[in-house]
């Protein structure tokens, strides 16, 4: 009997193309510096924490800041991702976790959607969803 061999992953075009994109997330979160963040939103972003609020032009660059200044150094994890798309648009949900960064303590977790648009060579956030199901600290 020949033991199987683990099947390897495949990555989609989707998730090729986005992948690159949520590390830059990463980086900046682990950076501390929002604007990386806020430079990967289309200029006609919205985000929409379900059932609460949305924040659109000005407003997420201001939310960014003001909060990437009271959680600081921290990090983005994505679990449960799944991927589709076209050659204009992306779509991606996932479930997430932010934890600091120096002693690696939940700070919140919660799942979200993000639309991704094609603008020329570039692709940009146009949409994000989230909803927070659990927060570990005083918010």
Known sequence: MIPEAPIPLIQTGTEATLK??????EDACE?????????????QAVIVK??????YK???????RTIWAKI????FELSNQKYQGTDDYKITDFDFKLKEWD?????????????WKREG??????HEQYEVSKYFKTQ
Do not use: C, R, V
């Not at 600081?72 to 990090?75: A, C, L, P, V, Y």
């Open 20 to 25: 690159p994109l949520y590390k830059t997330f």
């Open 121 to 126: 060579d570039k692709w940009l956030i146009y």
């Open 50 to 55: 379900k059932n609460e609020h949305a924040l």
């Open 58 to 64: 000005d407003a997420i660059a201001e939310s960014y």
């Open 103 to 115: 002693s690696n303590a939940n700070i919140l977790e919660g799942k979200m959607l993000h639309i």
């Open 31 to 43: 950076k501390n510096d929002p604007q990386i963040a806020i430079d990967l939103y289309h200029p």
């Open 72 to 75: 600081g150094k921290h990090t």
